[in-house]
């Protein structure tokens, strides 16, 4: 049974369009020749925010000032893409917004947020430590705590994936990023409406295995640590929630290595000239590597974000793969 039903995310899709245009999906023949399959590249690397997030944003903040009119202000926890999506969600329907991310976060999508209206307070070592925070200042100060991982989120997201299986619905595989797994639910979602049989790859860091792991032992692993340059799959502590999604409707969730993701960053922009963070370069590094595995076959990656710090997207063009301490 999906989360919702296909007209429930077609309603999604009228509220979204109010605020941005469905992305393009484009199929790359030097995509193709690098892993020998037919590689459709769904751009959500092309929102106003240069992610995906936003469209979980618009449906959300619309739920909330429905069933909640007495909220004043939002806070949450983020790496950037989905702050920048509540907090330009959340100021343009007249609430504040409030943004805790751990210390260390990029310093452009920090910017993206401010100027998006949001306050953004640095804290902890890492997302799971800025997201307890966020959950005590909104105690404290008595917001509305927007998780990041919600059903109206999900559904909000999944209009990208109704975008690409309405737009190409014979895929054989779809590869998607999973952090707290809005993503990996929204397309799960959305071909099951849908009815399509199309297989849906999980992919996570091996430095941030969660989901991973999880999915392997069938109940929640949480790791130590988080410590890879894909700040948008950087997540120590897996959601029950979606766990519940993923854990079901995925063929298998794949580890990627970041020397993979930073390879794949540069074969995106060799390929399509397109810029790609690392949780967006993660999925067509799972493809690289299962290559044999996907020959001859018709292959859908999602570029859920390219919000790279100039800086360190100058590092990887330049050969290197960023390390985090």
Partial sequence: MPLFAKEELESAARLVYRHM????????????????????????????????????GITFVDWLRRTRPDIGGIITATRGNHGQSQARAAIGSGLSA??????????????????????????????DEARLEAARIAEERNLFMVPTYHPELVRGVATYALELFGAVSD?????????CGSGICSIITARDALGLTTEVVGVVSTEAAAAKLSFEAGRLVE?????????????????????????????????????????????????THN???????????????????????????????????????????????PRVA
């Fill in 223 to 271: 790791t130590d640590s988080a410590k890879t340059f894909a700040d948008g799959i950087a997540v120590r502590v897996p959601v029950q929630e979606a766990f519940d999604v993923y854990s079901r409707g995925a063929a298998r969730i794949v580890a990627v290595t970041d020397d993979q993701v930073a390879d794949a960053m540069r074969l995106y922009y060799r390929a």
């Fill in 171 to 179: 895929l054989d595989t779809v590869y998607v990023p999973i952090g």
């Fill in 98 to 127: 409030t943004i805790l991310v751990p210390h260390g976060n990029s310093v452009e999508k920090n910017a993206a947020m401010r100027a998006f209206g949001g306050e953004v307070v640095e804290f902890g070592r890492d997302f």
């Fill in 21 to 56: 245009q469905p992305t393009p999906q484009y199929a790359w023949p030097l995509l193709g020749e690098a892993v020998g399959a037919e590689v459709w590249v769904k751009h959500e690397n092309h929102t106003p925010i240069g992610a995906f997030k936003i469209r979980g």
């Fill in 275 to 321: 810029v790609a963070e690392g949780a967006g370069a993660a999925p067509l590094a799972a493809l690289t590597a299962e290559r044999e595995r996907m020959q001859g076959k018709r292959v859908g990656v999602i570029l859920c974000g390219g919000n790279a710090d100039s800086d360190l997207f100058a590092e990887v063009l330049a050969g290197r793969t």
